[in-house]
């Protein structure tokens, strides 16, 4: 069911509007003439593609961007969000799909920003203002964060939280959240949730975007697709495989490709009961073609996992072995050497240098190998990461824009395609396709799948529990930094996975 953007005014009027917006970036057209309506007391889902202009739309009704032709109206009446603070000065708030905490400042600090408590002297009175954090965070439900931290010291699950209780507490009227999820696990997911659904029955509305479907259909009541810059139509009903069709323009049949087979293959990772921050006494083994993923909430030792077997987080006791010889990974430069290639989740602060271009970002990893004659033999480097750019289809205007430029996904692909490029025989995936729509996933699902038949091992954590059903041949499930379960293909569920996972854990929030 289509519904066209509607044109009352007064009360009966949508809450927010944007009619025929326009927006471009150079040559590329981010809107071209897109329009989009959600009212008070619903939940709206924008959907499409990376790239499709959903962030674009988002940063222009959140007085972030200006668009190049089109108005904004709020409650039927045209107005100029000429930025932030005025779009404030509407109800009309925004989590943005990067992260806009200073890492340097405390939670409380980065909470009560601009309304920070004063005593004597009108000086900042720190203590009240840890007090007052506190009992914000308790009152959302949140537990072990410590308003008096550092935000740099936070997880990205604990950072995106801060974000979101930080727009909460102002009460908006207009909520817009691109991808607030995208780095929550399950847990955190339902907690946010539980404060949509209560704000959309205080009669608030509230805009978001996501790449899960299973998230858009649990908590929005109509779902508005764009493609290409423009809006494909508004939706209170529709099924999974018509709006991919109608996001993709082509038909996805089977999201998930089958399993390769898995012959008994030599081990070509093994951990020995590993221990390290977060990590305590891991045994695994990983074997040449196989697909070994690893799930389980946020916060129970994946990451830390994942990072001291690529030299990036300090292990305190166990081994590592590489081919069935024991090796030393002190580092990720001895990592690499040894033919491991980690893809991690945070594409902001650990992957991309974001002002350098998509091509030296994707053949950053390979860059010894292309010097290995002590020139870097820049034809063969360009050629490398056009192939790539095309499979992966990356949407880039060229090699040498710098790569902060793209859309969100398109960030993502680049720093998958930087490792697919290094000759990596284990391959560690670290939740790569969060926040990727679902034809790039699909791409990626059929990536992972051809790297085993190669014969590469990938080891794959994903706060997807369903991709981890499947894709995997075992799945392993974390909890408290052990290996709680182990389940394996066929008959894995995703069920399964989270029962698993859940069982006695503890998390941010609850
Ligand atoms: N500051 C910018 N400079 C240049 N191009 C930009 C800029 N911001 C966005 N674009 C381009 O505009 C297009 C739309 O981007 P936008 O971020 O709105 O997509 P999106 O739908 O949010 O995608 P995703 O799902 O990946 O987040 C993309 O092609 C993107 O590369
Ligand atoms: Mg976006």
Redesign the pocket.
């Given at each position: 069911m289509s519904e066209g953007p509607a044109t009352a005014s007064g009360p009966t009027a949508p809450a927010i509007e944007g009619i025929k917006l326009s927006r471009a970036?150079?040559g590329?057209q981010?809107?071209a003439g897109a329009s989009f309506s959600a009212r008070r007391g619903e939940v709206h889902a924008l959907v499409?593609?990376?790239?499709?202009?959903?962030?674009?739309?988002?940063k222009i009704l959140g007085g972030r961007l200006r668009a190049d032709a089109g108005e904004v109206r709020l409650a039927g009446g045209t107005v100029e969000l000429d930025s932030p603070d005025a779009a404030h000065r509407h109800g009309v708030w925004t989590v943005f799909?990067e992260l806009t905490l200073l890492p340097w400042m405390t939670v409380a600090e980065n909470l009560l920003i601009r309304r920070e408590p004063r005593g004597a002297f009108r000086l900042i009175d720190r203590a009240r203002m840890a007090k007052e954090a506190d009992a914000v965070l308790a009152g959302l439900g949140i537990h072990n964060i410590d308003p008096r931290g550092l935000v740099e010291d936070l997880s990205l699950a604990q950072q995106q939280i801060v974000e979101i209780v930080r727009v909460i507490v102002q009460d908006p009227d207009i909520l817009l959240l691109?991808?607030p999820t995208s780095s929550l696990g399950e847990n955190e997911v339902e907690w946010l949730f539980g404060l949509i659904r209560d704000l959309s029955s205080r009669n608030k509305c509230i805009i978001f975007?996501s790449?899960r479907w299973k998230e858009i259909t649990d908590v929005a009541d109509r779902i508005t697709i764009?493609r290409n810059?423009g809006e494909l139509g508004t939706f209170t009903e529709i099924d999974e495989n018509r709006a991919v069709t109608l996001m993709t323009g082509q038909q996805v049949d089977a999201l998930y490709p089958e399993r390769p087979a898995l012959e008994a293959a030599r081990p070509l990772l093994e951990a020995r009961a590993l221990n390290g921050p977060g990590v305590s006494g891991v045994s695994l083994t990983l074997r040449r073609g196989e697909i070994l993923g690893v799930g389980g909430l946020a916060g129970h030792g994946h990451r830390e996992l994942f990072f001291s077997l690529f030299g990036a987080a300090p292990t305190t006791g166990g081994e590592i072995l590489v081919n069935e010889s024991k090796v030393r990974i002190s580092n990720p430069h001895d990592a690499i050497g040894l033919g491991i290639a980690l893809v991690p989740e945070d594409r902001k602060t650990e992957g991309l240098i974001l002002p350098m271009s998509v091509g030296t970002n994707l053949t950053l990893a390979i860059l010894p190998q292309l010097s290995a004659l002590g020139v870097i033999r820049g034809g063969h480097e360009g050629r490398a990461a056009l192939n790539m750019v095309g499979k992966l289809k990356i949407?880039?205007p060229g090699l040498r824009?710098p790569v902060?430029?793209?859309?969100?996904?398109?960030q993502q692909k680049v720093l998958l395609a930087r490792w697919l490029l290094a000759d990596s025989h284990i391959v560690l995936l670290y939740d790569v396709t969060r926040?990727v729509?679902v034809a790039t996933k699909h791409e990626i699902y059929e990536l992972m799948t051809s790297l085993a038949r190669e014969g590469r091992a990938v080891l794959f954590y994903s706060s997807d529990a369903e991709e981890l059903a499947h894709l995997s041949h075992r799945v392993l499930v974390m909890r408290e930094g052990r290996i709680a379960a182990e389940l394996a293909a066929p008959g894995i569920t995703a069920e399964d996975i989270v029962s698993a996972a859940v069982r006695e854990a503890t998390s941010i929030v609850g």
């Open positions: 970036f150079g590329v981010a809107l499409g593609e990376n790239g499709a202009g959903k962030s674009t739309l988002i799909q691109d991808e975007t790449h764009f810059g949407r880039t824009n902060h430029q793209l859309s969100g996904g398109n926040g729509d």
